[in-house]
């Protein structure tokens, strides 16, 4: 069984903050104003997550305002990299980012890693699922693993990240699990999920490997099908989606997402960021961007945040030596 799975920390979703907000706590504001610095293009699971943490803080009261900066390039790493190198100038601001921070440093396609930033918290998980083309003549994985032996060339799968990156690494998985050699997958990278979308819409690629909240409502329009799930049971999002276990294939999979500060936040500020996304979780804002968008709530605080991405380093180092990334 091949199995990428959360520390016991991470899975413990918040279902308790320390106190219940009433209306006056609702009315007073944890945080003047937030400026996320979103590394990828628009339309992203970053993106996504990023606009819709800002929205859930802004509506509930939470935070003042909330501005948004889409920062493409390098993997992730242009908008890691400005984030360190303007650290005096970008206290206000907190850099959305998940699985690949950890994948892209192993992979060394970017010189930082999370170490180098100040880590505020994680907050969500996102699925992951594999989608093709509303209509295309694969509706299942067992479809999609024929495609494969017929012809693996013209069986492209793509993805909003670089070869060796999370979508490919969930690709592979996928295929491995199923019993296919899973360096033999044809992988075509797209910068951001939004890209790669487009193509799959387009018919430049047979099948996407993305974030389900990335699928998810385009699937409930009826403009593409979800043919598995990287969870362990159907998602209340989009309850005809079966997962990947349900159709003989052992694997499950969760992305994390969460929020960055700049090197050297003071530490004031780095506690008022981080009581402010703890506040957030009890609010109905939050929950309907959550309960929309099908993610998971998975909060990390600091020294948390710390211990399960290093813990997480080492099981995706170990995964991606056996599959051959590294």
């Given at each position: 069984?091949?199995?990428?799975?959360?520390?016991?920390?991470?899975?413990?979703?918040?279902?308790?903050?320390?106190?219940?907000?009433?209306?006056?706590?609702?009315?007073?504001?944890?945080?003047?104003?937030?400026?996320?610095?979103?590394?990828?293009?628009?339309?992203?699971?970053?993106?996504?997550?990023?606009?819709?943490?800002?929205?859930a803080l802004t509506?509930?009261?939470?935070?003042?305002?909330?501005?948004?900066?889409?920062?493409?390039?390098?993997?992730?790493?242009?908008?890691?990299?400005?984030?360190?190198?303007?650290?005096?100038?970008?206290?206000?601001?907190?850099?959305?980012?998940?699985?690949?921070?950890?994948?892209?440093?192993?992979?060394?396609?970017?010189?930082?890693?999370?170490?180098?930033?100040?880590?505020?918290?994680?907050?969500?998980?996102?699925?992951?699922?594999?989608?093709?083309?509303?209509?295309?003549?694969?509706?299942?994985?067992?479809d999609l693993m024929?495609?494969?032996?017929?012809?693996?060339?013209?069986?492209?799968?793509?993805?909003?990240?670089?070869?060796?990156?999370?979508?490919?690494?969930?690709?592979?998985?996928?295929?491995?699990?199923?019993?296919?050699?899973?360096?033999?997958?044809?992988?075509?990278?797209?910068?951001?999920?939004?890209?790669?979308?487009?193509?799959?819409?387009?018919?430049?690629?047979?099948?996407?490997?993305?974030?389900?909240?990335?699928?998810?409502?385009?699937?409930?329009?009826?403009?593409?099908?979800?043919?598995?799930?990287?969870?362990?049971?159907?998602?209340?999002?989009?309850?005809?989606?079966?997962?990947?276990?349900?159709?003989?294939?052992?694997?499950?999979?969760?992305?994390?997402?969460?929020?960055?500060?700049?090197?050297?936040?003071?530490?004031?500020?780095?506690?008022?960021?981080?009581?402010?996304?703890?506040?957030?979780?009890?609010?109905?804002?939050?929950?309907?961007?959550?309960?929309?968008?099908?993610?998971?709530?998975?909060?990390?605080?600091?020294?948390?945040?710390?211990?399960?991405?290093?813990?997480?380093?080492?099981?995706i180092g170990d995964?991606?030596?056996?599959?051959?990334?590294?």
């Open positions: 069984m091949m199995k990428l799975t959360m520390g016991r920390r991470a899975l413990m979703a918040t279902a308790v903050a320390a106190f219940a907000f009433t209306g006056q706590a609702m009315a007073e504001k944890a945080v003047d104003s937030i400026h996320f610095l979103i590394p990828g293009g628009a339309g992203g699971g970053w993106d996504g997550t990023a606009r819709g943490t800002g929205e509506k509930s009261g939470i935070v003042g305002n909330a501005s948004y900066e889409n920062m493409s390039g390098g993997g992730g790493g242009k908008a890691i990299g400005y984030l360190i190198e303007n650290a005096d100038s970008n206290h206000g601001t907190l850099m959305v980012n998940s699985t690949p921070i950890v994948i892209r440093s192993l992979t060394g396609v970017f010189p930082h890693n999370f170490r180098d930033l100040t880590l505020v918290a994680g907050t969500i998980g996102d699925y992951a699922a594999l989608v093709v083309n509303k209509d295309s003549a694969i509706n299942n994985m067992a024929a495609a494969y032996d017929t012809d693996p060339s013209k069986t492209a799968i793509g993805g909003g990240s670089v070869p060796g990156g999370m979508d490919h690494l969930v690709a592979a998985m996928v295929m491995e699990a199923a019993g296919k050699d899973a360096l033999g997958v044809k992988y075509i990278p797209y910068d951001a999920g939004g890209k790669a979308m487009a193509a799959l819409l387009s018919g430049e690629i047979a099948a996407l490997s993305t974030g389900f909240s990335e699928a998810v409502d385009l699937a409930n329009a009826g403009e593409v099908k979800i043919i598995g799930v990287t969870s362990d049971e159907r998602v209340s999002a989009a309850p005809d989606a079966m997962t990947m276990k349900e159709q003989g294939i052992d694997t499950s999979f969760v992305n994390w997402r969460g929020f960055f500060g700049a090197p050297g936040l003071p530490d004031d500020q780095l506690a008022m960021y981080q009581d402010a996304l703890a506040k957030m979780y009890d609010t109905p804002e939050w929950e309907a961007v959550r309960e929309r968008n099908g993610w998971v709530n998975i909060h990390n605080n600091g020294d948390d945040f710390k211990a399960f991405l290093e813990s997480q380093e080492k099981v995964l991606m030596k056996k599959l051959g990334f590294l």
